[in-house]
């Protein structure tokens, strides 16, 4: 069994920057996805930022050059720096963990709003 542990959402304003945080632990393979998706009210869940094991990155348009995904494998885990934050990014942000099955974090809301 795997869990995720979110952590450092909250409100700020436009403009500002937030850091979360996932820590993984159970039952994980070295070679993974690990990343995080966000899903705002209304609206499908959506994919943001990606990284894989190996360092290979993916991002969601909207976020690129903004937001930045990074890991430590070491400690299972994965970390998203959100900066110049926009109203738009307001949502729930959810870790994932693809490890042949996928795992989803409890979600930690962030708000941007003056």
């Known amino acids: 069994q795997v869990q995720l542990v979110e952590s450092g959402g909250g409100l700020v304003q436009p403009g500002g920057s937030l850091r979360l945080s996932c820590a993984a632990s159970g039952s994980i393979f070295s070679i993974n996805v690990m990343g995080w998706y966000r899903q705002a009210p209304g609206k499908r869940r959506e994919l943001v930022a990606i990284?894989?094991?190996?360092?290979?990155?993916n991002y969601a348009d909207s976020v690129k050059g903004r937001f930045t995904i990074s890991r430590d494998n070491a400690k299972n885990t994965v970390y998203l720096q959100m900066n110049s934050l926009k109203p738009e990014d307001t949502a729930v942000y959810y870790c994932?963990?693809?490890?042949?099955?996928?795992?989803w974090g409890q979600g930690t809301q962030v708000t941007v709003s003056s």
């Open positions: 994932n963990l693809n490890n042949l099955k996928n795992y």
């Open positions: 990284m894989t094991s190996s360092g290979i990155t």
